[in-house]
């Protein structure tokens, strides 16, 4: 509870109780001090049961709005410390709310796990394992080159193929690999791309010599411009369209949204509601009451919003609200994200947020503060990397920083106090009221792609009227014989450009096995043609990456040199690295060729 965390007494038997199932029953009256001494002694628990320092602690439950207007119509809560009754039934309800039905059996378990276990290890921090790159079509001549620049970067690299004794041939028996084909999402199992925050997709339809190839496949080297090509293999639109939005909806949990991912709250069409209850003083003996209900008219546009609202009050050591949701039944993975925004409207109040990665009661919960302006609708951004870990009250140094790949619950507090004894200097007893229309988390900018994607110069062209294809590549006179290869092309990369992942597509034109380090040409709008380098396309993925010039764009790409002169390099000068800022920096946003067509459609 952060700032305001259960604290146990150092019995054995107390080690056990924030496992403790709560009470069924619903304890109607109160309690005045002397009863609720003498329950105690007759209870199981032992005593003081809970405690902050010296002081009794706070578990709650969901509050009611008739409830929390029937205390307020009451006049407001000014009770001296010490002199009013405890509220021993909210006090279990609470409880029973957020663990459940009673467990006798659970309990006792718990007793004699803690009893004999030695003391918890720390936890184990997985911030290590980020940061992965999925290479899909690790086994062509576009994506082995990634892989090999990207291990040489030193990179954590893991490659999706449909081959693995083919995968670790070439590419080495140490390789990270994935085992799949993107045109069966049913081989895409979500476990496999945990820690993937990063994806490039050299994947491709194949394309090969209607009479075949030689051994060594020199008419492949030579690129389609020298042989009478067909499909090889699944259809262009099992492989460009099917296979990209399988492997799209495979990582984007992964690799995160531009938009980031809503975690409550009412946007648009889009609403998620969570198990909020009210988490309250009342287990310190304080009278502090609060409740989160859906206000439908409420938000900033008249649409539905959450409201934290209650009665704050300092009486018998009590002093702060809170409200929590139950633990998630599945863990949230937030690590492709910097943090979380909340969007609310604010009371001029200092509020604290925190996030626990353990389903326990008495843990450390990861906390921000954060102030608010009167009568204003705002969005709090709380970077992850702000969070402190709090444990008892205190800050706990000795805590394992924040592990956004195991989110179980969320918390929105209004308290007196705030840590490591200092107090909350906006604090005012009495009501309060803070409309909360969303949490979701967010990436901060400037943002650079998650997802670079090879696909091709031409994939307009074929519809586009007035074009003279005797002019065209082939790919672009044979789309129909081809299987519609660049119109699926061009749909996969709408399902990209539609997914909010962010994004770099990179289109090349003819490929060739030339060496990297001629001059090169950047594109927008589908009109070039010529030839470049596999290796040159490898660089230029890896580099669109880390690069924030590249993110959202659609470009195409070529080689200073004509298809009638080879290109070779003298391994004793090799030409300079270049620096692929430059190119990207000459990219707008928004082209993509498309304008054409969607000027004078053709339907497929």
């Not at 859906?294 to 609202?309: A, C, L, N």
Request: net charge neutral; hydrophobic share 35%.
């Amino acid at each position: 509870m952060d700032c305001l965390s259960m604290q146990i007494s150092p019995s054995p038997l107390s080690s056990s109780i924030p496992n403790l199932q709560g009470s069924a029953s619903h304890f109607g009256r109160k309690f005045s001090n002397r009863s609720l001494n003498r329950q105690l002694l007759s209870s199981p628990f032992p005593k003081p049961f809970l405690q902050l320092d010296d002081r009794p602690q706070s578990f709650v439950y969901r509050q009611s709005l008739a409830s929390l207007s029937s205390r307020t119509k009451r006049g407001p809560i000014s009770a001296e410390a010490g002199k009013q009754s405890w509220d021993f039934g909210r006090f279990f309800r609470t409880i029973y709310f957020f663990n459940g039905p009673p467990s006798p059996a659970k309990f006792f378990e718990s007793l004699i796990e803690k009893l004999s276990s030695p003391s918890p290890s720390k936890p184990v921090n997985n911030m290590d394992t980020f940061g992965i790159v999925l290479v899909a079509g690790a086994t062509g001549g576009v994506g082995r080159r990634v892989v090999d620049i990207l291990r040489k970067k030193g990179l954590p690299v893991r490659v999706l193929v449909r081959n693995e004794e083919k995968a670790r041939k070439m590419l080495g028996p140490d390789i990270d690999l994935i085992v799949g084909d993107i045109t069966k999402e049913s081989t895409l199992v979500p476990e496999y791309f945990k820690g993937v925050r990063k994806v490039i997709n050299a994947v491709s339809v194949i394309v090969g010599p209607k009479e075949g190839d030689t051994p060594d496949r020199a008419k492949y080297s030579q690129g389609i411009k020298f042989f009478e090509p067909e499909i090889k293999g699944d259809s262009p639109e099992k492989v460009e369209y099917i296979g990209m939005k399988n492997l799209i909806n495979a990582v984007k949990g992964s690799v995160g949204l531009r938009n980031g991912e809503l975690l409550f709250g009412f946007e648009d069409n889009n609403s998620r509601e969570l198990a909020w209850g009210a988490l309250d003083d009342v287990v310190m003996g304080g009278v502090s009451e609060s409740t989160f209900q859906i206000d439908r008219r409420g938000s900033e546009i008249g649409g539905p919003t959450g409201v934290f609202k209650g009665v704050v009050s300092t009486a018998n050591n009590g002093g702060f609200t809170s409200i929590r949701t139950k633990n998630f039944s599945v863990p949230e993975d937030l690590s492709a994200y910097d943090g979380l925004e909340l969007r609310l409207k604010g009371d001029g109040r200092k509020y604290k947020f925190i996030i626990r990665t353990s389903s326990d009661w008495d843990t450390v919960g990861y906390t921000a503060s954060f102030d608010t302006v009167a009568g204003q609708w705002q969005s709090i951004r709380l970077p992850f990397s702000s969070l402190r870990p709090i444990f008892r009250a205190r800050t706990a140094s000795d805590a394992p920083p924040f592990n956004p790949t195991n989110v179980l619950s969320l918390q929105l507090m209004f308290s007196k106090f705030e840590c490591d004894g200092k107090l909350n200097p906006t604090f005012v007893e009495g009501a309060f009221e803070l409309p909360l229309s969303s949490i979701r988390t967010y990436i901060k900018d400037p943002i650079c792609p998650r997802f670079v994607h090879v696909s091709s110069a031409g994939v307009t062209r074929p519809d586009r009227p007035g074009l003279d294809l005797s002019k065209q590549p082939p790919a672009v006179r044979l789309n129909k014989e081809l299987g519609f290869i660049l119109t699926f092309k061009l749909k996969g990369e709408d399902l990209l450009r539609e997914s909010g992942i962010p994004y770099a597509i990179v289109r090349p034109c003819a490929l060739t096995e030339e060496p990297a380090g001629a001059d090169l040409i950047f594109e927008q709008g589908d009109n070039i043609t010529g030839k470049i380098s596999r290796e040159e396309i490898a660089r230029i993925c890896v580099a669109a990456l880390e690069s924030t010039y590249a993110c959202d764009k659609t470009f195409e790409v070529k080689s200073v040199i004509p298809f009638s002169e080879p290109f070779t390099v003298d391994p004793e000068n090799p030409p300079p690295e270049k620096d692929y800022d430059i190119y990207f920096k000459t990219l707008k946003d928004g082209i993509t060729g498309k304008e054409i067509l969607e000027q004078s459609p053709v339907p497929v």
